[in-house]
T-cell receptor, first 114, second 111 residues
Framework: AAGVIQSPRHLIKEKRETATLKCYPI?????VYWYQQGPGQDPQFLIS???????DKGSIPDRFSAQQFSDYHSELNMSSLELGDSALYFC?????????????FGPGTRLTVL | QKEVEQDPGPLSVPEGAIVSLNCTYS??????FMWYRQYSRKGPELLMY??SSGNKEDGRFTAQVDKSSKYISLFIRDSQPSDSATYLC???????????WGLGTSLAVNP
């Protein structure tokens, strides 16, 4: 079965640079979520989109922005990178319905800021 | 204090042992309870989810929810070295899609 695809898998940037992370949800899933996970931490919710509209916002810094495109893929744009932005960034997708949105996670993008 | 508390471990058991993983929570609005497994450098993988109180069994895994005590458990029977991973509990309230996570418990099953 198709899973959530994220690219790139690894990314190395320097301070003050920008980065763009991409997420391709499971086909027919209508909701995309972005999470940031530091070492030994639980995933921190950043932002989500439902049917290409922002549906919820978490602890996303103002330096970050995200959008979901007409083909449902999503991009997380990160500017003025800081050392503390080094983390695993996960995208998850779900299909909304009568029950809970069971979220399926991608393999993550490991961002290292030097 | 976090809404969801989970002992980070690490927990180390011999192969074949029964493993008990637990979370407590404070928000009585939580209705859906999930367990995710995360291998090193991988994304979390949904293992099981339970609605409200009760038990749910899937192979060697059993999830229990006790809403009166605000306590959930995941039991792993006949544990295998391949079960070595971090197990995260997560919860959702009725109308909110945002997952609230525990910190995760690191489990090592030794052959």
């Amino acid at each position: 079965a198709a899973g959530v695809i994220q690219s790139p898998r690894h990314l190395i940037k320097e301070k003050r640079e920008t980065a763009t992370l991409k997420c391709y949800p499971i086909p027919r899933h209508d909701t995309v979520y972005w999470y940031q996970q530091g070492p030994g931490q639980d995933p921190q919710f950043l932002i989500s989109f439902y049917e290409k509209m922002q549906s919820d916002k978490g602890s996303i810094p103002d330096r970050f922005s995200a959008q979901q495109f007409s083909d449902y893929h999503s991009e997380l744009n990160m500017s003025s990178l800081e050392l503390g932005d080094s983390a695993l960034y996960f995208c998850a997708s779900s299909l909304s319905g009568g029950g809970p949105d069971t979220q399926y996670f991608g393999p993550g993008t490991r961002l290292t800021v030097l | 204090q976090k809404e969801v508390e989970q002992d980070p471990g690490p927990l180390s058991v011999p192969e074949g042992a029964i493993v008990s993983l637990n979370c407590t929570y404070s928000n009585s609005a939580f209705q859906y309870f999930m367990w995710y497994r995360q291998y090193s450098r991988k994304g979390p993988e949904l293992l099981m989810y339970t609605y409200s109180s009760g038990n749910k069994e899937d192979g060697r895994f059993t999830a229990q929810v006790d809403k009166s005590s605000k306590y959930i458990s995941l039991f792993i029977r006949d544990s295998q070295p391949s079960d070595s991973a971090t197990y995260l509990c997560a919860m959702i309230s009725g109308n909110n899609r945002k997952l609230i996570w525990g910190l995760g418990t690191s489990l090592a099953v030794n052959p």
